[in-house]
């Protein structure tokens, strides 16, 4: 059995985190949908809230420190990733987008992305759409079709319940799918050259 490396951003404020709970729910429905493929996952879990400051620091340096650092690199790597936001004012995580300002240019580029969201109302759903996947769009992300929002009620049984496992199972699905057409992703070199050697030649 081939495997590959799934990393699963959470950047829920609360403990315990609904964000969180939906983010290890897409994971093992990954997980269990990439083993219908012959594939094993392996699974890290980037808790945001653990880094917060580490990843201020970035902005600031711009530099990954400390634990951030590796798990910076672990992002970079990673065959697949899911990306869990709580819905603050209407929009992402301050917190969640900041981490996307840090990572290196070219990071998610080519990678297979689920994004997904937890809020209070689901007349917020849409916050997945119009501010999370156009974020992913411009790190050249490739983002399944189906984006998760999980409303407080959805966590409360009955037919919302239902529909919620249904659409986790559905991203998971199109995000095993992906990841499952594409080479183990290689860790990235930070000493590779950005431009080719005749590039850097002078010319006359
Ligand atoms: C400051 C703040 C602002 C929030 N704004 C919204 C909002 O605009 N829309 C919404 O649906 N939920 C909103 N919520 C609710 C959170 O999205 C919801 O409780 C979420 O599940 C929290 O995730 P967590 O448990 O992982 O921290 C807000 C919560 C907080 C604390």
Redesign the pocket.
Known sequence: MTSRKLVVI?????????????ADRLAAATVEELKLLGIAAEVRTVEVRDHAHDIVNNVLTGFPSGQWRTEVEAIGAADGVIAVT??????Y?GIFKTLLDVLDEGALAGKPVAIA?????????L?LEHAVRPVFAYLRAVVVPTAVF???EDWSGGASADSLRERIGRAAAELAEQIAQREPAKPADPFALTASFEDLLPKD
């Open positions: 959470s950047s829920g404020l609360s403990q315990p985190s609904s964000t969180r709970l939906l709580p819905v603050l004012k209407a929009s995580a969201a937890s809020g209070g109302t689901a007349r917020h759903s916050i999980a409303a407080a």
